[in-house]
């Protein structure tokens, strides 16, 4: 019988997983099927999950720290970062996993020779990557326009800077946009004057937001700066979750080959 596969979100009309994930199960000749399921109702997750007879999923915004709660099992990093955005059903339990963050290291690792990294942003996808990132021995700092959502990072010991606190005068080989500044409109995600500053100094930049070039990555480039933009962390992501699904059947550079023909679309 073909296994069913859904990402839950809201919204999700604009998700590539459907399709990252059918050319892979077609190419592949794996029986499964990969729909798109729009959740209002994050706490709902658990019985939707049940009710639609699916055997994995993916989560995305706003639903990840809902998708941690509704598990019966937690892989260790899952668990040390409080998000899940991969959740596989296995003898009636629902086993949980975060893709994200080693698809944005698995991202980063193809840029060589970078030791200290600026997030710029402290959300959800802030959070489990900077972990990800510290863990492989990086040094990450953190800049937020503002403080709130930088307790979590203190209380796991990273350097944190709201824009009145960044000193201007710091150097890092890799700047992230980890906000949606720019994403549905023209804007850096911090003042211009200090990646103006940065840009000099750094060696590489990326921005998490796919499918646009963002005036953070035109600004990179004027600097002549290496770049990527969301992609590769969305394919590796997919890839990760994938190897989940399919219980490790194919590796990691077999997916790949058929989950990048998505971005051809
Ligand atoms: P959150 O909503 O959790 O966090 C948003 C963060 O961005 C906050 O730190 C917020 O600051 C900051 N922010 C938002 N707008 C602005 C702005 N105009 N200027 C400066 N700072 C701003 O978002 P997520 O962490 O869930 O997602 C962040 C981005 O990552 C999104 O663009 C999303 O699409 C992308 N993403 C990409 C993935 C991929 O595979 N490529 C996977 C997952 C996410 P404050 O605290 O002050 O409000």
Request: charged share 25%; proline share 3%.
């Amino acid at each position: 019988m073909r296994e069913l596969f859904t990402i839950f979100g809201n919204p999700v009309s604009h998700s590539k997983s459907p399709l990252m994930h059918n050319l892979s199960f077609q190419a592949l000749g794996y029986s499964g099927c990969y729909t798109r399921y729009k959740l209002e109702d994050g706490s709902q997750l658990r019985n939707k999950f049940f009710e639609l007879g699916i055997t994995g999923a993916n989560i995305t915004v706003p639903h990840k720290e809902e998708a941690f709660k509704a598990c019966d099992v937690l892989d260790e990093f899952a668990q040390k970062v409080g998000a899940v955005n991969t959740i596989v059903k296995k003898d009636d339990k629902l086993y949980g996993y975060n893709t994200d963050a080693p698809g944005f290291l698995k991202a980063i690792s193809e840029f060589k020779d970078i030791k200290t990294v600026l997030f710029l942003g402290a959300g959800g996808t802030a959070q489990s990557t900077s972990v990800v990132l510290k863990d492989a021995g990086y040094e990450v700092d953190i800049l937020n326009r503002s403080s709130k959502r930088l307790e979590y990072f203190q209380q796991k010991g990273f350097t944190t800077y709201t824009f009145e606190e960044f000193n201007i005068n710091n150097s890092y080989d890799l700047i992230v946009n980890m906000t949606s500044a720019g994403l549905e409109d023209e804007n850096y995600p911090c003042p211009v004057i200090y990646l103006e500053k940065l840009f000099p100094k750094a060696k590489f930049c990326i921005d998490v937001i796919y499918g646009k070039e963002t005036p953070l990555l035109k600004l990179a480039k004027k600097y002549n700066r290496p770049t990527k933009d969301g992609s590769d962390m969305l394919l590796y992501q997919g890839i990760i979750a994938f190897e989940y699904f399919t219980n490790q059947k194919f590796n990691f550079e077999e997916i790949k080959q058929h989950m990048q023909k998505a971005f051809i679309f």
